[in-house]
């Protein structure tokens, strides 16, 4: 299994309140994706890292910023969180290369619950 | 952009028994990638199997094959011998070469397979 954790598991906050969620992978991996999962949608891409500080939207970024200051950690952040982002949020990594294609590898998921 | 469409919210199958979960993807793109991604109850994102466009060929993994119909936009996968531990939400995605190795994901079939 490809390492990766995110953390917390599960957490449930208040709306208004600000959320970070963690990725951390310990497999040197180039490429780092966020993505949400709800009831009827699938999942669908927040935002997308292809290198230490390299970002970039992605289908459903409003409300949601990221950051990548080294290869193994991109940090997901709810500045204000509302009740439409109750969720569940997977992290990704991809060793993709140029040339080269690379399946996802995903994290365990965390359940966030805003009240 | 991609669509990803996957008509089947819901399937259910005996086990022993073959079954065929649909997909259909819209692109103007002719170098991609096709996967079909496997959610247990777990929430865990694990790989099933993936096609190369340019390739003919039918990819297989075990018990896990594919029939990919590029003209038709048609990316279905087939699960022979159905096993109780087959019971998950299955996602097929679409990955353009070229474009940060993102995922379009469809909004997934959940297949039970009955004893």
């Known amino acids: 299994d490809a390492g990766i954790t995110q953390s917390p598991r599960h957490k449930v906050t208040e709306t208004g309140t600000p959320v970070t969620l963690r990725c951390h992978q310990t497999e040197n991996h180039r490429y780092m994706y966020w993505y949400r999962q709800d009831p009827g949608h699938g999942l669908r891409l927040i935002h997308y890292?292809?290198?230490?500080?390299?970002?970039d939207k992605g289908e459903v970024s409003d409300g949601y910023s990221v950051s990548r200051s080294k290869t193994e950690d991109f940090l997901l952040t709810l500045e204000s969180a509302t009740s439409s982002q109750t969720s569940v949020y997977f992290c990704a990594i991809s060793g993709a290369r140029a040339g080269e294609v690379y399946e996802q590898y995903f994290g365990p998921g965390t359940r966030l619950t805003v009240t | 952009a991609q669509t990803v469409t996957q008509s089947q919210p819901e399937m259910s199958v005996q086990e022993a028994e073959t079954v065929t979960l649909s997909c259909t993807y819209d692109?103007?793109?002719?170098?991609?990638?096709l996967f079909w991604y496997k959610q247990p109850p777990s929430r865990q994102m694990i790989l099933v199997i993936r096609q190369e466009a340019y390739k003919q060929q039918n990819a297989t993994e075990n018990r896990f094959s594919v029939n990919f119909q590029k003209a038709a936009k048609s990316f279905s996968l087939k699960i022979s011998d159905s096993q109780l531990g087959d019971t998950a939400m299955y996602f097929c995605a679409f990955m353009k070469l070229g474009d940060n190795y993102k995922l379009t994901f469809g909004k997934g079939t959940l297949l039970t397979v009955n004893p």
């Open positions: 890292s292809y290198g230490v500080k390299d970002t």
């Open positions: 692109t103007s793109e002719n170098n991609y990638y």
